[in-house]
Nanobody, 116 residues
Framework: VQLQASGGGLVQPGGSLRLSCAAS????????MGWYRQAPGKQREPVALISSSSGGSINYADSVKGRFSISRDNAKNTMYLQMNSLKPEDTAVYYCTAFTIGGRSWGQGTQVTVSS
């Protein structure tokens, strides 16, 4: 599975961004997709996860609950992360990931910077 992330950028506090992650390859092997982030000097941490099953169970990190929303468009093989009410502490490189039957894939990171 190959993943291509996009949509990062510079935004002011309180603003919004939408990240996209397009999947290709053996997409039918994907069980869970999600977003992680890594801030400078910190470990990579999970942000949001969504299962591929019908109904798609979703989990969010406590730090983003109520502000971020993960979704997927199966027809486009694309996952999204809508980020609202962004805070400076959301600044990080965001990575999309896919868990598959055979292992795990990562997309390249996309930088999100929240600053005035």
């Amino acid at each position: 599975v190959q993943l291509q992330a996009s949509g990062g950028g510079l935004v002011q506090p309180g603003g919004s961004l939408r990240l996209s992650c397009a999947a290709s390859g053996d997409i039918f092997s994907i069980t869970i997709m999600g977003w992680y982030r890594q801030a400078p000097g910190k470990q990579r941490e999970p942000v949001a996860l969504i299962s591929s099953s019908s109904g798609g169970s979703i989990n969010y990190a406590d730090s983003v609950k109520g502000r971020f929303s993960i979704s997927r468009d199966n027809a486009k093989n694309t996952m999204y992360l809508q980020m609202n009410s962004l805070k400076p502490e959301d600044t990080a490189v965001y990575y999309c990931t896919a868990f598959t039957i055979g292992g795990r894939s990562w997309g390249q990171g996309t930088q999100v910077t929240v600053s005035s």
